[in-house]
C-alpha cells in the first residue's frame, strides 16, 4: 500500500507543470481578484470586457503549458529510445580489424606521381606573373591558324583588303596570332590604374621604292611579304578609371568608331578594313564622363587629341615618280594635334548595351611642300538589340582625307604638275563611307554574322589625277565588301569560324574588280 501510494503521489507529481509556468499561473489566478476589487468601480460592460480579456489570456497560458508538456514528452521518448539502442548493443564494441598494409609503389607509380605533381605546380605557377611593380599581371592571347582561298587576284593573299583582277591564290598562315598583357595597378586620387597591350606577327618591311616602273600597284607598308614577318604592336592602353569618370591614353582605333565587325579570319587587318571601318590605330589621349540619366540609362561623353598618321599610300606623280615617305607626317608638320568627340545615349553601363553616338574630328594637316589641307569627319554609331538575341551594330561617316583613319581610298590627297609651268597642285579628297552587321547569337557558343561596308570617294575629285591603268590604289575610287560567318566555341579556349567574303574594288578610270574569299579560322585563347 506504501508503494502504491508513493507511486500515486509520483503520477501526481509529473503532472504538475513545470516551475517555470508558475509565474503565468499566479498572473491567472490574482488577476481575477484585483479584478474584482476595481469591479466595484465599474460598469456591468466594462466589467464583462475585462473577465473576456482575462479569459482569453488564461486558454492562451493553458495552450502555452500544453504545448510545453508535449514537447517534454517527446524528448523523454527520444531518450528512452536511446537508451534501449545502446542496450541491445551489449555496452562493447569489438575494435575495428586495422587496415592492410599497402604494397610497396612501383617505379611507374612513383613516376606518375611525380608528372603529376610538376603538371600541378607548372599550372600554379602559370597563374603567378611576377612583375617589378609587385601588381597583377595577365599574360592572354590568342593563337590563331588561317587557311584562305581567294578566287581573284588580291593586294594581300592572307588578309586582303582590295581585289586586282588576275590570278587566284590560297594558301594557310598563323601571322594572325595575338599576344597580350594586362596589368592592375595602384590606386591614385580614388581611381583604379590600368594598363594593356597587345602584338601581332603581320609587320612587314616597306619595300624599296622603284622610280622607274609604274607598275600600278603601290606596296604599303602593311602588304604581304612572306619573307619578312615581324613582330608589330597592335594596340595599346593606360589609364585611370573612377566610378563615372576615364581618364587615358591609347593606341586604338579612334573613338569615333567604338564598334567592331566580328571575324575570327580577318584580325590584324580588322573586318571591312578600307570598306568603311574606320579602324586605323592612331596614338590618342582623352578623357571620358558618364553621366546618369536613370537607373538603366546613361549619356556618355568623350573627347580626345589624337597624332592622326598620313594615309599609307604615298602619292604619284603623273610622270611616274614616287614620292619618298617622310619621317614626319602632314599632320605633325602643322604643329598642331588632331581633335575627337563623341557624344552617345546608351541603354546601360555594358558596352554590348543598346546606344547611339555622334562624334567628330578635326586634324590640321601641311605637306612637305607648304600645302595645307584640314582632315575633317561627321560620324554616327549604334548598337541596336532585337527579340530572339538579334542585334544590328555599326557607323557611318562623311569627311574630309580620312586616309589617317583607315578610309578614303587609301589616301588624304592627290596631286598633279603642270606640264607647261612645272607647277605642282594638289587636292584633298572628300569621303564618304560606313558598314553595319547584322548578329544572331543562338547560344554561348554559336553566333551567326553578316555585315556590309563601304568606302567611297567623289569620282569628280579623282578623276583629273587618276594614273595610267590600272594604278589600284592610286585609282581606286570606291571600296565595298560583303561578309559572312560562323563562328563556333566549344568551350572558353576554343575557336573555330567558316567565312565567306566578297570584294570589289572600282578604280576611276576602267572596270571594277572583284574576288571571292573564302576563310578557314581556328584559334586557342589563352
Known amino acids: 500500500m506504501r508503494q502504491s501510494g508513493l507511486q500515486s503521489k509520483s503520477r501526481r507529481h509529473r503532472s504538475l507543470p513545470s516551475t517555470r509556468y508558475v509565474p503565468l499561473l499566479i498572473f491567472a489566478l490574482l488577476g481575477p481578484a484585483r479584478g474584482v476589487v476595481k469591479a466595484q468601480s465599474m460598469t456591468q460592460e466594462e466589467l464583462t470586457q475585462q473577465i473576456q480579456k482575462l479569459s482569453d489570456a488564461m486558454a492562451r497560458t493553458q495552450s502555452q503549458i500544453e504545448q510545453s508538456q508535449r514537447d517534454m514528452e517527446e524528448m523523454r521518448r527520444q531518450l528512452s529510445a536511446l537508451q534501449q539502442q545502446v542496450a541491445k548493443g551489449g555496452g562493447t564494441t569489438n575494435p575495428p580489424s586495422p587496415p592492410p598494409s599497402p604494397a610497396p609503389p612501383t617505379v611507374e607509380a612513383l613516376n606518375e606521381k611525380q608528372a603529376m605533381d610538376e603538371a600541378q605546380i607548372a599550372t600554379h605557377e602559370q597563374t603567378k606573373v611576377e612583375s617589378d611593380s609587385k601588381y597583377p599581371v595577365k599574360i592572354n592571347g590568342l593563337l590563331l591558324f588561317n587557311g584562305f582561298v581567294n578566287t581573284s587576284k588580291v593586294d594581300i593573299a592572307a588578309t586582303p583588303t582590295v581585289a586586282l583582277g588576275g590570278p587566284g591564290s590560297s594558301g594557310a598562315s598563323i601571322r594572325q596570332t595575338r599576344l597580350g598583357i594586362e596589368a592592375r595597378g595602384p590606386h591614385l586620387l580614388g581611381a583604379r590604374s590600368y594598363g594593356d597591350i597587345s602584338a601581332d ?19 604599303y607598308s602593311n602588304a604581304y611579304n612572306e619573307n619578312n614577318a615581324l613582330l608589330r604592336l597592335r594596340t595599346a592602353h593606360a589609364g585611370l578609371n573612377w566610378e563615372r569618370t576615364q581618364a587615358y591614353f591609347s593606341y586604338d582605333r579612334p573613338i569615333l568608331n567604338p564598334d567592331y565587325p566580328d571575324s575570327l579570319t580577318a584580325v590584324s587587318m580588322p573586318p571591312l578594313a578600307w570598306s568603311g571601318n574606320l579602324w586605323a590605330w592612331n596614338p590618342q589621349v582623352g578623357v571620358a564622363h558618364n553621366f546618369s540619366l536613370s537607373a538603366s540609362q546613361q549619356l556618355r561623353l568623350e573627347a580626345a587629341l589624337i597624332d592622326a598618321a598620313d594615309a599609307p599610300l604615298v602619292p604619284l606623280l603623273p610622270a611616274g615618280v614616287y614620292q619618298r615617305p617622310s619621317v614626319v607626317s602632314t599632320a605633325e608638320r602643322s604643329r598642331w594635334p588632331g581633335a575627337e568627340a563623341r557624344i552617345a545615349w546608351q541603354g546601360s553601363r555594358s558596352d554590348e548595351s543598346t546606344h ?21 569627319a561627321a560620324t554616327a554609331d549604334y548598337r541596336l538589340s532585337f527579340p530572339a538575341r538579334l542585334s544590328l551594330v555599326g557607323s557611318a561617316y562623311r569627311g574630309l582625307a580620312l586616309g589617317g583613319l583607315g578610309a578614303g581610298g587609301y589616301k588624304d590627297y592627290v596631286y598633279g604638275i603642270d606640264s607647261d609651268s612645272g607647277w605642282v597642285y594638289h587636292r584633298a579628297l572628300d569621303d564618304v563611307g560606313g558598314w553595319s552587321q547584322l548578329k544572331e ?3 554561348e557558343r554559336l553566333e551567326f554574322n553578316a555585315a556590309i561596308g563601304i568606302d567611297e570617294l567623289f569620282a569628280k575629285q579623282l578623276r583629273p589625277y587618276a594614273g595610267p591603268y590600272p594604278a589600284a590604289y592610286q585609282n581606286l575610287a570606291r571600296n565595298r565588301t560583303f561578309t559572312g560567318n560562323v563562328i563556333f566555341s566549344p568551350s572558353a579556349y576554343l575557336l573555330f569560324s567558316l567565312e565567306y567574303r566578297y570584294i570589289v574594288s572600282s578604280p576611276v578610270v576602267g572596270s571594277s574588280a572583284a574576288s571571292s574569299i573564302i576563310g578557314l579560322g581556328a584559334g586557342y585563347k589563352f
Open 201 to 219: 606577327f603581320n609587320a612587314y618591311q616597306a619595300p624599296a621604292v622603284n622610280t622607274t616602273s609604274n607598275a600600278g600597284v603601290v606596296t
Open 356 to 376: 547611339f553616338g555622334v562624334g567628330g574630328y578635326f586634324s590640321p594637316h601641311r605637306t612637305s611642300d607648304r600645302f595645307t589641307f584640314d582632315a575633317w
Open 441 to 443: 547569337r543562338v547560344n
